[in-house]
């Protein structure tokens, strides 16, 4: 089965995942993100770069996704521990 851009993750050999101290934050992968998706609907991205684009989109998009679960579960656990609190 073949994996299309988007299922790829950072792992992937096309966008290697970076040193945890290369890796933005949430607000600067958006940031980021937002930036590409202007230059591709503005068709100010040249079509030798848009795959390598795409690519990092992908990368980031993966990113900002793994960072709202972590915080999520991150919520829940504190919003368990809270609850413990209060019944004993």
């Not at 068709?43 to 679960?69: N, S, T, Y």
Request: charged residues 40%; hydrophobic residues 35%; contains cysteine.
């Amino acid at each position: 089965m073949s994996q299309t851009l988007f299922d790829q993750s950072p792992e992937t050999p096309e966008t290697p995942q970076a040193p945890e101290k290369d890796v933005p934050s949430f607000r600067a992968a958006m940031d980021e993100l937002e930036g590409i998706l202007e230059r591709i609907e503005g068709e100010e991205v040249d079509i030798d770069r848009l795959a390598e684009e795409l690519r990092r989109a992908a990368w980031l998009l993966e990113l900002c996704r793994g960072k709202i679960r972590k915080a999520e579960v991150e919520v829940t656990q504190i919003v368990q521990s809270l609850e413990r609190d209060e019944d004993e």
